[in-house]
């Protein structure tokens, strides 16, 4: 194969494929990236973890077809600093592969195509699509939150897809974030539980147009322009959640999110323990957030607040937790309901949550303390 590409697009494509292409595999193959010539003066570039993958079409001048491996990080690192306007790509034998840029040569050593691994790709299956600003709003909304416990049913986000309506939920078992928003185009029924590394992925494309979200047996797709993204298929059911979104809580208050937040900021810097507890104590006109850590000290944060009547009450979080919230929302003012200090509280912005015209109705619970 010999191929000559523009420099600024094939940088700007692998640098959707640096999450996904593993660095350090146990498999060499997976290593690396495929590159192979396709027909309408196009070049076809695969990389993949096993877990997900990505198939990427570009344009390229194609002087002898083909298909070759090359190590993904040399590429891309080397692609980044050469300065030239066009890269060069060439196949010698023995997978040799010769790079050439303005004054710059290189030889790799690439592997054997056969080896690469087979990235699957969508048929005629269930699919919807669906604006790519309002899908990657609801990922942010809820990533967050998403379990570290990988295979998992709580390590992926939940998307529900009914009518006009759109759903997406996550946990980590602390906590659960949840939006639902309303849509033009009726969508009838159909779910996706979506790993997170699949989510950032999503994040990394552009906002304009539109996304197809395809449900295979085995794989997820989604195809946005010139790219497929692949995401096994997280063979575990999402926990029934309605009942906590929905539950009735006796008490309020409302507080003011940015100077919150910025008192939740200057308690982390000093808080060194692993448990990033916090103190919220709500009385009847204000919050204070206290801590006491053994390793760096006390204080606390006087912050306005109102809504509430009754005595004062102690409820405990990781700051964390309420951070992350804080910083996914604009309203000014974010109610904050319970029962007491022990069961779930509810947290939600008093203005909702918008994208241009979009509204989306945002919930986030958190657990205390005990």
């Keep these: 194969m010999k191929v000559k590409i523009e420099r600024t697009l094939l940088l700007k494509e692998l640098d959707l494929m640096n999450g996904i292409v593993e660095k350090r595999s146990t498999m060499p193959i997976l290593n690396y990236i495929l590159l192979k010539s396709k027909e309408g003066g196009k070049i076809e570039i695969s990389g993949t973890d096993l877990e997900i993958g990505i198939v ?6 194609i002087e002898r077809e083909g298909s070759i491996t090359v190590a993904f990080s040399l590429l891309y690192n080397l692609i980044k600093e050469m300065e030239t306007e066009y890269i060069e790509i060439e196949e010698k034998e023995d997978s040799v592969v010769e790079l050439r840029g303005g004054n710059s040569f290189y030889t790799l050593y690439g592997l054997s195509p056969d080896n690469f691994p087979t990235i699957p790709l969508p048929e005629n299956e269930e699919k919807v699509i669906i604006d790519i600003k309002i899908f990657k709003k609801l990922i942010k909304m809820i990533k967050y939150a998403i379990s570290e416990e990988h295979y998992t049913a709580m390590g992926g986000g939940y998307f529900i897809f009914k009518g006009k309506t759109i759903e997406a939920v996550s946990s980590d078992y602390n906590r659960l974030a949840y939006v639902k928003t309303e849509v033009g185009e009726n969508f009838g029924e159909i779910d996706f539980l979506i790993y997170r590394k699949a ?4 994040l ?8 197809e979200v395809i449900k295979g047996v085995n794989n997820y797709f989604f195809v946005y322009g010139n790219r497929i993204l692949t995401s096994r298929v997280i063979e575990k059911k999402f926990p029934e959640f309605y009942d906590y979104v929905n539950m009735e809580r006796e008490k309020k208050v409302i507080f003011y999110r940015e100077e919150t937040n910025k008192a939740l900021r200057r308690i982390l810097n000093i808080i060194s323990s692993k448990i990033k507890q916090v103190n919220m104590v709500i009385k009847e006109d204000k919050i204070i957030l206290s801590y006491d850590s053994v390793d760096s000290g006390r204080g606390e944060e ?3 607040a109102e809504g509430y009547k ?12 309420i951070k992350e919230f804080l910083e996914n929302i604009e309203s000014e ?11 779930i509280v509810r947290f939600k912005p008093e203005d909702g949550v918008k994208e241009g015209d979009q509204k989306f109705d945002y919930t986030y619970m958190v657990i205390p303390f005990q």
């Design 199 to 202: 989510l950032n992925e999503i």
């Design 310 to 321: 009754g005595d004062d009450i102690i409820i405990s979080f990781n700051a964390i937790f």
């Design 333 to 343: 003012k974010v109610i904050m309901e319970f029962s007491d200090e022990k069961t």
């Design 204 to 211: 990394k494309f552009e906002d304009e147009g539109k996304i």
């Design 56 to 61: 990427i079409e570009i344009n390229a001048e």
């Design 302 to 304: 006087e912050l306005r």
